[in-house]
């Protein structure tokens, strides 16, 4: 099992940063492509951006292209989201992702990922 614990969050205004992290334990060893999806009151979970395991490759959303960039750093089975220019539509609860080893793309559909963080929330007032 792999185990992904998210942090970071917080309640900020219109324009400022943050940088959430997700910590996994456990197999870390089977996941590949981890990713950070979100979900605002009422909506859907929504895909955010996405890394390999190299880091040499990621995808991001329409939406946070530009203002926000995913990292990861293997050495410490952690992976961040740096998000910049923060709007009120990106408050949302931001879930980490892992998708098992053997699943390389980018995926931008949850039900591709196999384990998840309990989220932390992220909140902008404008």
């Known amino acids: 099992q792999v185990q992904l614990v998210e942090s970071g969050g917080g309640l900020v205004q219109f324009g400022a940063s943050l940088r959430l992290s997700c910590a996994a334990s456990g197999r870390t060893f089977s996941t590949n492509v981890m990713a950070w999806f979100r979900q605002a009151p009422g909506k859907e979970r929504e895909f955010v951006a996405a890394?390999?395991?190299?880091?040499?490759?990621?995808n991001y959303a329409d939406s946070v292209k530009g203002r926000f960039t995913i990292s990861r750093d293997n050495a410490k089975n952690t992976v961040y989201l740096q998000m910049n220019s923060l709007k009120a539509e990106d408050t949302a609860v931001y879930y980490c992702?892992?998708?098992?080893?053997?699943?390389?793309?980018?995926?931008?559909?949850?039900?591709?990922?196999?384990?998840w963080g309990q989220g932390t929330q992220v909140t902008v007032s404008s």
């Open positions: 890394i390999n395991w190299s880091g040499g490759s990621t």
């Open positions: 992702a892992a998708r098992p080893l053997y699943r390389y793309s980018l995926s931008v559909d949850p039900n591709g990922y196999d384990y």
